[in-house]
């Protein structure tokens, strides 16, 4: 069980293009999900946690126009990165918690996406 | 906020032996403390994890131990062995609301020598 997956798993776009990343949690309801961006060889860092039908919070520093985040459903999350830049490839993680683990923080982790922006 | 230190950054041991990671967190009242073990390119995967009512949890090769009172936790491997090479992230979170947030250390790379 907790199972979440991330769609597409890589993605090379051009430079000023928006690039739309799925993350489903597949057996249970994300009551939340988490958004986080991870540079080679360094920790995760989050980006925004989102409830469902709540609009996301974003942490500081990252730009919520540039980085829209839906969670419209218990089991779907989209992060679309607009007009990407090459500073914003990177590898996007999505986690998602339920409402058995919310007494505690316990996360579910998709495989990730890989954005290459040329 | 919660800031999470961890310790080394890098860890190399010889097949068999044992592996310690340790983590210190900053703020008093975070109660879920989750390791997570992350192949190159994978998702971080949950190995084990401890609550802030117990202070040592194990799991086959793999324990965890909490020290509330010095805000310290750590992760212990014995009989390590290749497929244990990776890098491993300690967590830690407060609270139970929906904007409860992880807040991870940054990672440790260990490496296991047949």
């Known amino acids: 069980g907790a199972v979440v997956s991330q769609h597409p798993s890589w993605v090379i776009c051009k430079s000023g293009t928006s690039v739309k990343i799925e993350c489903r949690s597949l057996d249970f309801q994300a009551t939340t999900m988490f958004w986080y961006r991870q540079f080679p060889k360094q920790s995760l860092m989050l980006m925004a946690t989102s409830n469902e039908g709540s609009k996301a919070t974003y942490e500081q520093g990252v730009e919520k126009d540039k980085f829209l985040i839906n969670h419209a459903s218990l089991t779907l999350s989209t992060l679309t990165v607009t007009s990407a830049h090459p500073e914003d490839s990177s590898f996007y993680i999505c986690?998602?918690?339920?409402?058995?683990?919310?007494?505690?923080?316990?996360?579910?982790f998709g495989p990730g996406t890989r954005l290459t922006v040329l | 906020g919660e800031n999470v230190e961890q310790h080394p950054s890098t860890l190399s041991v010889q097949e068999g032996d044992s592996a310690v990671i340790k983590c210190t967190y900053s703020d008093s009242a975070s109660n879920y403390f989750p390791w997570y073990k992350q192949e190159l390119g994978k998702r971080p995967q949950l190995i084990i994890d401890i609550r802030s009512n117990v202070g040592e949890k194990k799991d086959q090769r793999i324990a965890v131990t909490l020290n509330k009172t010095a805000k310290h936790f750590s992760l212990h491997i014995t009989e390590t062995q290749p497929e244990d090479s990776a890098v491993y992230f300690c967590?830690?979170?407060?609270?139970?609301?929906?904007?409860?947030?992880?807040?991870f250390g940054k990672g440790t790379m260990l490496l296991v020598s047949p």
């Open positions: 967590a830690a979170s407060r609270g139970n609301s929906g904007y409860s947030t992880l807040t």
């Open positions: 986690s998602a918690r339920g409402t058995a683990q919310s007494s505690y923080n316990e996360q579910f």
